[in-house]
């Protein structure tokens, strides 16, 4: 928008282009993205949904990227976030792990399979030579078991 000349106070009704960038419209825009991805990168984070059990254990920092196996509630093994069959797991993470028997392995497993299931998984993943292989857990207070009383 032009903006009139002044002189003493009086207009002399010739008007000069405003030299000034308005950005409080690109503002806008950046604050919009920035909650739209605050609110959506939680969301991708995890690719295969499981009911993790919890502990009052404290959290592990690496700065490695791992590698996660997940056994879901129907007992399906997944690695990162692709179905893979039992069988094909150990070779699966020797080709993507290469060399380096140290990467590390976190399994994830729905609180409901059956743990003689989670041990077969970290059987394979041991037996194929990877020796630092974790449970993973949610943080907080464990929930009491339902159905169960004690005595």
Known sequence: MPAPLTSTGRSLGRYRAMSEINVTPFVDVMLVLLIIFMVTAPLISVGVPVDLPQTQAAQLTDRDEPL????????KVY???TEVEAAALGPRLVAIAGAKPDTIIYVRADKAINYGRVMEVMGTISSSGFAKVSLVAEFGEPKPARGRTRR
């Open 68 to 75: 996660i196996v997940t056994v879901d509630g129907e007992g």
């Open 79 to 81: 690695l990162q976030e």
